[in-house]
């Protein structure tokens, strides 16, 4: 074992960058290539159909068979032109990641030969086997029927030789199987409510649009000492493993100049992403050793969430061709830093306001803190929910260390905002109106130059960085639909109730200015709890964060409860992004997504412990047994007793480790086995939590005290200093 080791060690450093070519001179000439943009549909599709498309995808209306015939033929067409053979339905569904069915083009003829077709009714709607997919007790297992549905306000796309068309994925009884079909649905929600509240500033506001730019952070490992790692390869994270004498101490890493190999990846990375439109913008060393970080240009959420699932689809295959393994989960390394998605949320009207930036006028900057302040306020009702929203097993292990937010969500402002409010609570006048009409609040004016002037919070999960709020607590690994889709839904229930408290002052004869500000005040009351510049890695702040009645639950099975409460009940279903149904479903497939993951890390621990390293650490200590007895064939044993002090140390000490290692392996699986009869899911997760989690640190102690211990020769596994520092 320790040759392959160490012949997997030698093979990545003897690796060479891999060349990498543009297809064309510039970014612009291939840029979306690989897309069924709007662009590309000219000269596809009649500009008839796609006037009746363009309004399906802007107003919603339904896509009558005739239209969808003629779309799908364009784009069988222009399919085939890009090479591709086939066609799927592509969707996200809750085990999380995508899902994909690859049917050929190819029909035969009835004349011995074959034709290509893809009408619009596969194109509008398929029916893929679902009996496999989570559904949390919607479904039977042996009802296998789902339908995918065609989201046309996401263009198709080409990947190899395939087609793939975004979908939605739902049930045979209309409810929600995906992430997909509930991120539009929120979309609509806080378009909606957000237009309404908008109208009393503007009364042309049409539109609102929800915005987002991921931050994705990413680890890459040499894949030939991946494939010596059992634990990386079937759970992406090291369940065992000593530090490094160096890791990330010197932070000589971050921002440092990215290793040959690894900006060949990028690059190569940026040319396949660029051909599907997805817009990369930033490229640079995160602070652990071998991570790293991209974003984008923000986009319009819809298709934001899907670049992000497409680019890590992406990441998998371009890293095989340089030699590589990309590791997504939140903490593929113990005592480093683990990998985030950060995602920044804003809304913006179609006037190209962007709601979440304050402005040059009072006016400006009256809306700007009406928005600020229902946001803060839906985020103070809702903050254990926005915390089940990111909370998994692989995240569990990131929150609240080495620069992740900690799992108590709470909200940024910076000074110039918290005094504003501050001011604007404890202000006794409504409004001062001038002789020309316009609005002066008694407030400070907020200037535009905001968007600098604040510092950042790197331990805010929720923090305002001057024209948009970042969701710092999201997870590598995630699906940002759904946090997004909480994030929409409980800041449109919020707007909903805003405005009614609004027109219900308006209608008692206040002002539409006066009324604002009178409902905003109520809000800060509610609000202010949630608000924090501190040091949120403090114990001051968690003993100062529950007496503020914050949620401060670490134990995952338990934060799922949040998105059954009566508020979270309430937010979903009034604004139609959920039922009470699917909640619960969803709530089902949490809790035993989180317990099969522990099972996995657990089982896959107890085979490595067993038969890889204590095995080894045996064989060593019989070495260092037979080596003191000989040494009794030649010093008496007075000598030999002084000689072989230490030998005798490392003896006991191994026998130790390996009695602890052992029994806490037998004591695990014994507890797997006694939750093996639990049919309640939540329960389950929480035995899994509570009984089965700890035993994972406990027996790695033991196997890195032995990793210290034991000859290197003989070590089977590739150790920290070879995972991380291979350039």
Not at 235 to 241: D, F, I, K, N, S
Not at 254 to 272: H, N, T
Not at 390 to 412: D, M, T
Request: glycine share 6%; proline share 4%.
């Amino acid at each position: 074992m320790a040759n392959i080791r160490f012949n997997a060690v030698e093979q990545a450093r003897s690796r060479k960058p891999k060349e990498v070519e543009a297809p064309l001179k510039t970014v612009s000439e291939y840029y979306g290539c690989s897309v069924f943009s709007r662009n590309r549909m000219n000269g596809y599709i009649p500009d008839k159909t796609l006037k009746v498309l363009d309004n399906v995808i802007s107003e919603g209306s339904p896509l009558d068979e005739k239209t969808a015939d003629v779309v799908a033929e364009g784009m069988k067409k222009w399919a085939s032109d890009m090479g591709a053979t086939h066609y799927t339905h592509w969707f996200h569904p809750l085990r999380g990641g995508t899902a994909e069915k690859h049917d050929s083009f190819s029909q035969p003829d009835g004349k011995g030969g074959s034709v290509a077709e893809l009408s619009g009714k596969l194109l509008v709607q398929q029916e893929p086997d679902a009996s496999s997919f989570p559904n949390g007790g919607l479904r039977n297992t042996f009802e296998a029927r789902g339908y995918t549905a065609w989201d046309p306000s996401s263009p198709a796309f080409v990947i190899g030789d395939t087609l793939c068309i975004p979908t939605i994925f739902i049930s045979y009884n209309g409810e929600a199987l995906d992430h997909k079909m509930p991120l539009l649905k929120s979309i609509s929600a806080i378009d909606k409510a957000a237009t309404d509240v908008c109208r009393y500033f503007d009364p042309k506001v049409s539109k609102v649009t929800a915005f987002l730019g991921w931050e994705q952070e990413y680890f890459l490992v040499d894949s030939a000492i991946y494939g010596q790692r059992p634990d990386l390869m079937l759970t992406e994270r090291t369940l065992m493993g000593h530090e490094s004498a160096r890791s990330q101490q010197l932070d000589d890493h971050y921002f440092g100049s990215i290793p040959p190999r690894a900006m060949a990846f990028m690059q190569d990375l940026e040319v396949e992403c660029y051909k599907l439109a997805i817009p990369i913008k930033t490229r640079h060393n995160e602070v652990a050793p071998n991570q790293f970080e991209l974003a984008p240009v923000y986009e319009e959420m819809n298709i934001a969430v899907d670049h992000n699932m497409m680019l890590m689809t992406v990441m998998r295959s371009v890293a095989d061709r340089h030699g590589f393994k990309v590791l997504l989960h939140e903490k593929p390394f113990k005592g480093v830093n683990g990998s985030g998605k950060h995602c920044n949320w804003s809304l913006g009207t179609d006037s190209g306001v962007n709601l979440m930036s304050p402005g040059k006028t009072d006016a400006e900057n009256f809306r700007f803190m009406t928005f600020i302040v229902n946001v803060l306020t839906a985020v103070s009702k809702n903050n254990g929910l926005l915390k089940a929203s990111i909370a998994n097993a692989s995240n569990a292990h990131r929150l609240g260390a080495n620069e992740a937010p900690p799992a108590i969500i709470s909200s940024f402002l910076g000074v110039q905002i918290h005094n504003a409010l501050k001011e604007l609570r404890k202000s006794k006048g409504v409004l001062n109106m001038d002789s020309k009409g316009k609005t002066k609040l008694s407030v400070p004016r907020i200037p535009e130059i905001l968007i600098d002037n604040t510092d950042r919070n790197r331990t805010s999960p929720f923090a305002f960085t001057g024209n948009r709020f970042e969701f710092r607590a999201v997870g590598s690994s995630a699906n940002c639909a759904l946090p997004m889709m909480v994030l929409n839904a409980v800041v449109a229930d919020q707007l909903i109730d805003f405005k009614a408290a609004v027109d219900k002052k308006i209608s008692s004869g206040k002002s539409t200015e006066e009324a604002i500000l009178e409902v905003i005040r109520t809000c800060l009351k509610e609000c202010e709890r949630i608000c924090f510049d501190g040091n949120g890695y403090s114990d001051e702040w968690k003993q100062e964060a529950e007496k503020r009645g914050l949620d401060c639950e670490t134990r995952v099975p338990y934060i799922y409860d949040s998105f059954l409460t009566k508020q979270s009940k309430k937010a979903f279903t009034r604004t139609g992004v959920l039922s009470e149904v699917e909640l619960e479903a969803r709530n089902e497939v949490w809790w035993e997504i989180y317990s099969k993951k522990i099972e996995i890390e657990a089982r896959v621990l107890g085979d490595l412990a067993s038969n890889h390293i204590l095995p080894v650490a045996t064989q060593y200590q019989s070495m260092l047994v037979e080596n003191v007895s000989k040494m009794k064939d030649i010093f008496d044993e007075k000598k030999t007793n002084e000689l072989a002090r230490c030998q005798i140390k490392i003896i006991e000490d191994i026998s130790k480790h390996i009695s602890k290692a052992r029994k806490g392996v037998f004591d695990m699986w014994s507890t797997m086995d006694s939750l093996d009869s639990v049919e309640d899911e939540r329960d389950k997760a929480i035995g899994y939590c509570e009984r089965v989690l700890p035993f994972l640190d406990k027996i790695r102690a033991q196997i890195d005290a032995l990793e210290m211990i034991v000859d290197d020769q003989m070590w089977p596994l590739p150790k920290y200093r070879e995972l991380l520092f291979i350039r």
